[in-house]
Structures are given as structure tokens and as C-alpha cells.
């Protein structure tokens, strides 16, 4: 089945930690994506790649780091200098195919706590 | 001014009803629009593309207005099923070459028995 995997589904964390949520697709798609949403709130955009070994910052990006040694993965990486970490973590992907309808597909999610 | 607005709801609607969200939004460069639905505490699914010339699936109709920058999402003889958060999307392309899509917050869905 093609498709976007999260891991784990649900996470705690103690302050001070940083802790790293996985994503993984195979549908080939060349841009991944991750955004944290909060209850009663819209998605916002931590991060995004459209290629290999490159990644922009979205809109709150403080606090986060993420990687893209692999097409198919694109971790994110909660570090302790994020002050609000608790939310809904939401990994997405999408082709880059001009400017035609270009929807992102949604992995799972991951549910972060912060004790 | 939120570059995606929605009305937050909750519409709250008996089974079989005629329901109608609207959402505006504010960057006039946006090529690309969508609905996406998303259920309590599970990820944001596509529910439709909106196309130019308005397009229907099923129940679901989506339609466009460029010149008043707002897309509507109808939902004829809605079912218990469609209880749901209704995300409007939309692609601001102007922000550059990357596929970012800006999310509203979303409309809530209760359709009653």
C-alpha cells in the first residue's frame, strides 16, 4: 500500500529533551512537509523540502530541525529550545508537478506531550 | 487580516439537510484550492480540488469566485457521516516556487440524527 507512516503515534516527553518524530513515504513524491496544529487552530508550516539534502524553514520553525538524507524520510527533530512543544504533529507530502493542483497527502500524526 | 478565513462554526444540522460553508481568502495570486476534511484527532484528508468552472462529487459541491476571492463547499442530504472539520486550502503561489498550501482553520460539522 502506498502511502505516509508516522511513528510513534503518541510521545512523551520531559522538558529538556529532545526527541525526533519519524515520517517515512513511498509514493514517490519529491516535497515533504511538517506542520504542528493546535486545538481549535489551523496548520502551521515548521518546515518543507522539495529535494534531497535541502529544507526551508516555514512559518515556525524556532525550536525544530529536521533532515533529508532520503526521498522517502524526512524526520523532525523536537529540541528543547522549542517553548510550547505540546500538538499535533502532522507530516505531509506532495508531487512538484507545475502549477497545477498540487495536494498534499497527510501521514497518521503524532501526538506530542511535554510532562 | 488571516490569509484564509473560515466561519469556525459549529453548524450543528438534522440528517438530509442542505449545508454551506464559505471561506475567503486574501493573496488574489492563488492558483490552487481544495477542501480537505479532517475527523477528531485523526489527520486532514483531501475531500475535493475546487476547480475554476466549479465542480461536484457526489453530495459535494465546490465552487470558486475569483473576482471576491471566496470558494463554498455544499453538502446535499448530509449523513451522520459527514460530521467532520471542514479545512479550506489554498495555494498563495506568489509565496515562490514551493508547493505551500495555507490552511484555515476549519469549519465544524455535527450532523444530528
Known amino acids: 500500500d502506498g502511502g505516509i507512516t508516522q511513528s510513534p503515534k503518541y510521545l512523551f516527553r520531559k522538558e529538556g529533551q529532545n526527541v525526533t518524530l519519524s515520517c517515512e513515504q513511498n509514493l514517490n513524491h519529491d516535497a515533504m512537509y511538517w506542520y504542528r496544529q493546535d486545538p481549535g487552530q489551523g496548520l502551521r508550516l515548521i518546515y518543507y523540502s522539495q529535494i534531497v539534502n535541502d529544507f526551508q524553514k516555514g512559518d515556525i520553525a524556532e525550536g525544530y530541525s529536521v533532515s533529508r538524507e532520503k526521498k522517502e524520510s524526512f524526520p523532525l527533530t523536537v529540541t528543547s529550545a522549542q517553548k510550547n512543544p505540546t500538538a499535533f504533529y502532522l507530516c505531509a507530502s506532495s508531487r512538484l508537478s507545475g502549477r497545477g493542483n498540487n495536494e498534499q497527502f497527510f501521514g497518521p500524526g503524532t501526538r506530542l506531550t511535554v510532562l | ?113
Open chain 2, 1 to 113: 487580516r488571516k490569509e484564509v478565513e473560515q466561519d469556525p462554526g459549529p453548524f450543528n444540522v438534522p440528517e438530509g439537510a442542505t449545508v454551506a460553508f464559505n471561506c475567503t481568502y486574501s493573496n488574489s495570486a492563488s492558483q490552487s484550492f481544495f477542501w480537505y476534511r479532517q475527523d477528531c484527532r485523526k489527520e486532514p484528508k483531501l475531500l475535493m480540488s475546487v476547480y475554476s468552472s466549479g465542480n461536484e462529487d457526489g453530495r459535494f459541491t465546490a465552487q470558486l469566485n475569483r473576482a471576491s476571492q471566496y470558494i463554498s463547499l455544499l453538502i446535499r442530504d448530509s449523513k451522520l457521516s459527514d460530521s467532520a472539520t471542514y479545512l479550506c486550502v489554498v495555494n498563495p503561489i506568489s509565496s515562490g516556487s514551493a508547493r505551500q498550501l495555507t490552511f484555515g482553520s476549519g469549519t465544524q460539522l455535527t450532523v444530528l440524527p
